[in-house]
């Protein structure tokens, strides 16, 4: 039996969470650990690419919250993000009264905001003005509804929205008007696909009622960017103990199997090791490294593709755990980024909002669920919105979530398809951009997707199940971060570094 490395803890993967492990190990003197990093960088789902005199994000790209946000901490004590944050930030006089002494102080410069359909007229603002009360009006009722009336039974978010929607727009509008129907129900749409953004999922009815209050946001300004990329913050958290954490730092470990002994004659474990308190853990490339506690910080993607053939035996994994797995939601959301010789839009333009209005076709929510939807031909209608970069002045950045088709085709074809689309939107001839960066993270492995949510028929103790250590009868531990383990903060940087912090607490309170 060979000699291998062995190490009282691992952790497993080098985004936010592991990071956040690993540096507060070294901060409470603990270093009898490795950080094991599938990849050949850290960040994970943090990807900041430099490129020309400024960066791009192709994952993570805003701190959500300043109230108690450790991230905004992080940003704002090392001037990591502009100094207006410096005072919080709220959306509207209404937070701004339940926060005293706390004022806001925006940019006074005026944007601009386009909302225009496939035929390039601009939707009227006095619709979009009501709409959108009337929208996020209902989205408040539903997240009231979630709190004050437990379910026994599950709703699809989609359709407790639309029914509160129409109820509300009918007080100001005229609603059996065919017209004012179709504006009403392709704005519905729209701001359904903001919330597949905002939540990585397909469709707004993969959204659990039941659950929908359970994300807790945080106070202040939602769309904080660092100056220098997302990146900047890893480094600054990293800084203090930089030697350190690169000497505990291994790249290109692409985890294959996790061994636990089970305490039986043709044990694949006993091949490594005779000590039943050690796990095993083999790598890809070969390598075998033995420890007694593992923080395992893998998506909750990858854990829907692996976990029945990374755990073995399977048996230690409780059952309740494999079904939160197999129940939570998971999604991609992608950006395609369009580079262009010059800009085409107005220096003082804020959101491209596309508006598709041809609802004729089909039953809404049967687009809503993709339902007889030929993603070949039509993978563009989810793209929700591009918006100008804040690195670049020719620069736009479009986000798409609801299928990954598109992440099969070549850049060519994307630059093809968005200029086609783009020209029918401002209803004139577009250049073609000149280059186009984006995001695969559905059909990257070590990911297969990007955030988490609560779905449909998800339980609301799922999490706090999916973050629970598994102990074995010989006493090895397996520990659960990363920010689908996180109860009120999942699908953020915040929770993912909270989520490692914990993880590594629970080690450190036992050592």
Known sequence: MSNYQSFETV????????????VNFLKNGYENFLLFEASDRIGGRIHTIDYEDGILEYGAQFIHGQVDNPIYKIAIENELIDEYYKEILYESDEDLSKHNGLKINLE????????LNENGNKIDNNLIEIAFDCLNRSIRLAEKYSITNPLDQDLKLGFFIYENFLNLAKKFLNIKDSEVKNNLDCLFLWRCKIENVENSCNSVNDLSLKNFSNYIELKGSQIIEPKRGYKSILQQIIQNYEQKFEQKLKFKHELNKILLCENSSDCKHSKFTKDPKKIVLLFNNENVVLCEKIILTVSL???KENIKT??????????????????????????????????FWDDNLETINLIWSDMDRENLFDRLDHVNF???KRWFEDVCSFEPSINYDNVLIGWICGNSYHESLSDEEIINEC??????????EIPKAKNVFRSKWNSNPLFNGSYSFYSYGSQPDDIDILARPLIT??????????EATHPEFYSTVHGAYLSGIRESNRILENS
């Open 310 to 343: 990374l755990i073995d035996p399977i048996s230690y994994v409780p059952l309740e755990k494999l079904e939160v797995i197999e129940r939570q939601g998971y999604g991609t959301v992608n950006k395609i980024i369009l580079e262009y010789e010059t800009p």
């Open 108 to 115: 006074e410069k005026e944007r601009l905001n386009l909302f």
């Open 301 to 303: 993607g990858f854990l």
């Open 11 to 22: 952790i497993i993967g080098a985004g936010m969470s592991g990071i956040s492990a690993a």
């Open 419 to 428: 200029t086609l689309n783009l020209g029918k939107f401002f209803n004139k």
């Open 374 to 376: 030929d993603v070949k």
């Open 473 to 482: 009868e010989n006493g090895a531990v397996i520990y659960f971060a990363g």
